[in-house]
């Protein structure tokens, strides 16, 4: 017959093993389910981009990037519930909207061509002129200004406290009824979700020598190598996320001062954020004031040198290009950077 003692310990040691293995595993199980959410959420990042960071105060939810994508999409947010986000930058155009310039309430334009919502995750500023540091600012702005979405701050919040499905929303993604600071929140949360990847350029650069049709393989090496494109269009998203002079509207009276109003150093005269080339044959037409239509029109441009102007970025001067190179090099911004999964998304169901 066994001691009890030593049976009573034996039972004790078993125990202890048994519920160190289970702490171990339960380490394990956890180590393993933030290594599979962090790899879910890398893989909604199509090829060629890097991880989209979030700031600590507006982290995402499949519950708050839904609600902002209702607001994106709801005219009701604009004085007279004529204008949305998506009015001026739609997927079916590229995200901007086909058109030279911003058309507001009232049909009220503006005086700068609707910038792509393609990548702004991965913006440092915000606008044309980069005024605004972050997503969330942004969303603020047209909403506010006069010749966009015309409506008050105080006005949006009350107009979308009557409507019971927004003010359900709000509760169970802030805790809050709706408030300004947390409707750009859910708008910017969405517009992180709207990327572009996953082109013939990005699956040649993986090793896919063949995703690139001759044309645009010839068009590649124009734009890194002899047209020097990529001094300001660099890096996974095709900009530098710098501000040039490049020539455009230079030769006006009273140009477009760009970044100076922001920043008031001489440099900045003219100068504007440069833009991401990723899907850029859908966003017609180009440059901040929308005075080119077509690719071919921005080339020539850039070939000729821009307009001269004391401002000039160093990094614009005359080409020397063949025109077999220019058209290859139309080829490859059309073709090489458009993407294998665009997101075309649908307009959601708006709630009452």
Same mark, same amino acid.
């Given at each position: 017959?066994?001691?009890?003692?030593?049976?009573?310990? /034996?039972?004790?040691?078993?125990?202890? =093993?048994?519920?160190?293995?289970?702490?171990?595993?339960?380490? %394990?199980?956890?180590?393993?389910?933030?290594?599979?959410?962090?790899?879910?959420?890398?893989?909604?990042?199509?090829?060629?981009?890097?991880?989209?960071?979030?700031?600590?105060?507006?982290?995402?939810?499949?519950?708050?990037?839904?609600?902002?994508?209702? @607001? !994106?999409?709801?005219?009701? =947010?604009?004085?007279?519930?004529?204008?949305?986000?998506?009015?001026?930058?739609? *997927?079916?155009?590229?995200?901007?909207?086909?058109?030279?310039?911003?058309?507001?309430?009232?049909?009220?334009?503006?005086?700068?061509?609707?910038?792509?919502?393609?990548?702004?995750? !991965?913006?440092?500023?915000?606008?044309?002129?980069?005024?605004?540091?972050?997503?969330?600012?942004?969303?603020?702005?047209? &909403?506010?200004?006069?010749?966009?979405?015309?409506?008050?701050?105080?006005?949006?919040?009350?107009?979308?406290?009557?409507?019971?499905?927004?003010?359900?929303?709000?509760?169970?993604? %802030?805790?809050?009824?709706?408030?300004?600071?947390?409707?750009?929140?859910? &708008?910017?949360? !969405?517009?992180?979700?709207?990327?572009?990847?996953?082109?013939?350029?990005?699956?040649?650069?993986?090793?896919?020598?063949?995703?690139?049709?001759?044309?645009?393989?010839?068009?590649?090496?124009? %734009?890194?190598?002899?047209?020097?494109? +990529?001094?300001?269009?660099?890096?996974?998203? %095709?900009?530098?996320?710098?501000?040039?002079?490049?020539?455009?509207?230079?030769?006006?009276?009273?140009?477009?001062?760009?970044?100076?109003?922001?920043?008031?150093?001489?440099?900045?005269?003219?100068?504007?954020?440069?833009?991401?080339?990723?899907?850029?044959?859908? +966003?017609?037409?180009?440059?901040?004031?929308?005075? @080119?239509?077509?690719?071919?029109?921005?080339?020539?441009?850039?070939?000729?040198? /821009?307009?001269?102007?004391?401002?000039? +970025?160093?990094?614009?001067?005359?080409?020397?290009?063949?025109?077999?190179?220019?058209?290859?090099?139309?080829?490859?911004?059309?073709?090489? =950077?458009?993407? /294998?999964?665009?997101?075309?998304?649908?307009? *959601?169901?708006?709630?009452?």
């Amino acid at each position: 017959m066994e001691n009890t003692s030593d049976a009573l310990c /034996g039972r004790w040691k078993l125990f202890g =093993l048994t519920a160190g293995l289970s702490a171990i595993l339960l380490v %394990f199980s956890l180590a393993f389910g933030l290594q599979a959410a962090d790899e879910d959420a890398k893989s909604a990042v199509p090829a060629g981009l890097g991880k989209v960071s979030h700031p600590k105060d507006n982290l995402p939810t499949a519950e708050k990037i839904s609600l902002g994508k209702q @607001l !994106y999409w709801d005219k009701r =947010l604009s004085k007279d519930n004529t204008i949305a986000c998506v009015s001026c930058h739609d *997927p079916k155009k590229g995200w901007s909207n086909g058109e030279q310039f911003a058309t507001g309430v009232d049909g009220q334009k503006g005086g700068r061509n609707s910038p792509t919502v393609l990548n702004t995750a !991965y913006g440092q500023f915000q606008f044309w002129d980069g005024r605004e540091p972050s997503l969330e600012a942004q969303a603020k702005g047209p &909403i506010q200004n006069p010749i966009e979405m015309a409506i008050t701050e105080k006005a949006v919040v009350e107009k979308l406290n009557k409507i019971e499905g927004y003010k359900q929303q709000f509760q169970k993604v %802030f805790k809050t009824d709706v408030t300004f600071d947390n409707m750009a929140k859910a &708008i910017a949360a !969405y517009e992180r979700t709207v990327l572009a990847g996953n082109s013939p350029f990005d699956r040649y650069k993986a090793g896919d020598k063949k995703a690139l049709s001759e044309a645009a393989e010839r068009g590649r090496y124009v %734009f890194f190598n002899k047209a020097l494109c +990529s001094a300001c269009h660099a890096g996974p998203n %095709f900009t530098d996320n710098g501000f040039h002079n490049v020539g455009i509207g230079m030769d006006k009276k009273e140009y477009d001062v760009g970044r100076f109003a922001v920043q008031k150093l001489g440099g900045n005269r003219g100068a504007f954020k440069t833009p991401t080339l990723r899907d850029i044959g859908r +966003s017609a037409p180009y440059m901040h004031d929308g005075s @080119l239509k077509t690719l071919e029109e921005v080339v020539e441009h850039y070939v000729g040198g /821009g307009i001269d102007n004391p401002f000039l +970025s160093e990094d614009i001067f005359p080409l020397k290009l063949t025109a077999e190179e220019k058209k290859d090099l139309v080829t490859f911004l059309k073709e090489g =950077l458009k993407s /294998g999964d665009y997101p075309m998304h649908e307009a *959601p169901k708006l709630p009452e």
